[in-house]
């Protein structure tokens, strides 16, 4: 990526997030944020990742205020900058032969310095997408486990907006030829919803009582904001009470996902605002999902179960 592609990049996301703020100071105006009212979840338990601040904290809040049991990755220690972290945690919450009815994928980093994870990958890359991809499979057959017809277990992976103008590097996925934060991190995200719909397809052919969507907080009034513009950190100390939302308004996404009837046994869906909406074109495109779920697999070792699943059927997208 040249100088003048990264300065664009930023450009990009720089413009969703000022749109979002323009449209959430509008509804916030006009008829506000509404919080949305769920029925008890009593005897569930959900894992949720990066719960001990922010939207996460909030998640895992508002879940436990419902009467689920959660587990908050990071109190039951998990470093998703580490695949050894990651199988560890797996390891551990398996021996406590608790059900898993709820992961919630919410832990992330935004437009940080270059740096790696402890397994050399780009941090926005290996923390935001390829933690919760392998976090996700090791866990998906406790998920299928405590799923049941009619009453689904449900992966939520929490996204953002500035997924509608990344693009996915398959030849440089580590950003490696030229280091933009802000392209590394949108990047991340448009690889979570990739992730999701291809996951949902699995899931689906394997007839199993799982479901996966994604969950779009929207500008969230958080301590993720350290490395952005200037300008934005201006915006937000002044304004961010008013314009941003609260990581609990930013929270009801994830679980209206997470626990309304409303999504039972549907999955693949990209929810924003507690509703329905639609991704990046881009996002829908089965080859696009299959090659970055292969890639995935690849680095992580996880056995790509895609071709054994649609041996049958063929390939989704695919004559």
């Not at 866990?139 to 486990?145: A, I, K, N, R, V």
């Not at 689904?152 to 934060?181: F, I, K, M, P």
């Not at 513009?229 to 304004?239: E, P, S």
């Amino acid at each position: 990526m040249s100088p003048l592609s990264a300065a664009r990049a930023a450009l990009r996301v720089y413009a969703v997030g000022a749109a979002l703020i323009v449209a959430q100071l509008l509804r916030r105006c006009v008829r506000g944020f509404v919080e949305p009212v769920f029925s008890p979840q009593p005897e569930r338990v959900a894992i949720v990742t990066g719960g001990t601040d922010g939207i996460g904290y909030s998640t895992a809040k508002y879940l436990a205020k419902l009467g689920m049991h959660v587990i908050i990755v990071e109190f039951l220690y998990c470093d998703l900058a580490s695949m050894r972290s990651i199988r560890e945690f797996v390891q551990t919450f398996k021996m406590k032969k608790l059900p898993l009815h709820v992961l919630v994928n919410n832990a992330g980093v935004m437009m940080v310095p270059q740096r790696t994870t402890e397994d050399g990958f780009e941090e926005h890359f290996g923390v935001n997408y390829l933690g919760h991809f392998l976090l996700t499979n090791l866990l998906l057959d406790t998920l299928q486990e405590s799923g049941a017809p009619g009453h689904s277990a449900r992966v939520v992976t929490v996204s953002s907006a500035t997924h509608y103008v990344g693009e996915l590097n398959l030849d440089d996925l580590q950003s490696s030829t030229y280091y933009s934060a802000h392209a590394a991190y949108a990047q991340s995200k448009l690889a979570l919803v990739l992730f999701t719909y291809h996951l949902q397809a699995l899931l689906t052919a394997q007839g199993m009582p799982v479901t996966a969507s994604v969950a779009d907080p929207g500008v969230v009034d958080t301590d993720l904001y350290r490395y952005v513009f200037w300008g934005t950190r201006l915006v937000k100390k002044l304004l961010g009470w008013w314009v941003f939302k609260t990581p609990d308004e930013g929270a009801w996404t994830s679980v209206y996902a997470a626990v309304t009837p409303a999504l039972e046994g549907l999955g693949g869906r990209y929810l924003y605002n507690e509703k329905e909406t639609r991704s990046l074109e881009a996002t829908y495109d089965p080859e696009l999902q299959r090659q970055l779920w292969a890639r995935s697999c690849q680095l992580t070792g996880i056995a790509d179960v895609t071709w054994e699943t649609f041996s049958g059927s063929g390939l989704p997208g695919r004559a």
